[in-house]
């Protein structure tokens, strides 16, 4: 098999007092991602669309939150070790496409530095990079604004003819 995807999800709540941080970009906001790491819900997708691709487990996994070494971690470096640790599995990262589900800010004004910040983690050419952005439509928890969500593809190849 030379090639493989993966599909990753993560969902944080929005609360006042954090950054918001989207694809290792900080996005002028009034409220932000909570949780242990820096809670950058579309790298976290996209980890865990690397991580299935590669069937290496989950984010949960390699990076618990259980963990203090994690607590406020850089999630694009988290990133990078994933693409990494697929390397050391003759693993080539060869697309990820992402979208983002929030109600407000608006994205798209961000969407290029965002595809930059992901392309640069994951040492891809920003042609083979893409994010997306939706609302929820005032539906569920993201409409309500309570929350943030991410959906992530990723497909990886093999190098070197290895299975
Ligand atoms: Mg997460």
New binding site residues.
């Given amino acids: 098999m030379s090639t493989r995807s993966g599909i990753g999800f993560?969902?944080?709540r929005l609360v006042a007092g954090r950054p918001l941080i989207l694809g290792g970009v900080h996005i002028p906001s009034e409220v932000g991602l909570s949780?242990h790491?820096d809670?950058?819900?579309l790298a976290?997708a996209v980890i865990d669309a690397l991580l299935g691709a590669a069937a290496l487990d989950d984010?949960g996994a390699h990076f618990p939150d259980t963990d203090a070494a994690h607590r406020g971690a850089d999630s694009l470096v988290l990133l990078g070790h994933v693409v990494e640790l697929l390397g050391e599995h003759r693993l080539s990262v060869i697309h990820v496409d992402a979208t983002v589900v929030l109600e407000r800010p608006r994205i798209a004004p961000h969407r290029h530095d965002i595809r930059c910040a992901l392309a640069g983690a994951l040492r891809m050419p920003l042609e083979a990079v893409s994010v997306k952005a939706t609302t929820g439509e005032g539906l569920g928890f993201v409409g309500r604004g309570e929350g943030a969500a991410a959906l992530a593809v990723a497909t990886v190849t093999a190098l070197g003819g290895a299975s």
Avoid: C, K, R
């Fill in positions: 993560d969902s944080h949780g790491s809670a950058d819900v976290h984010i």
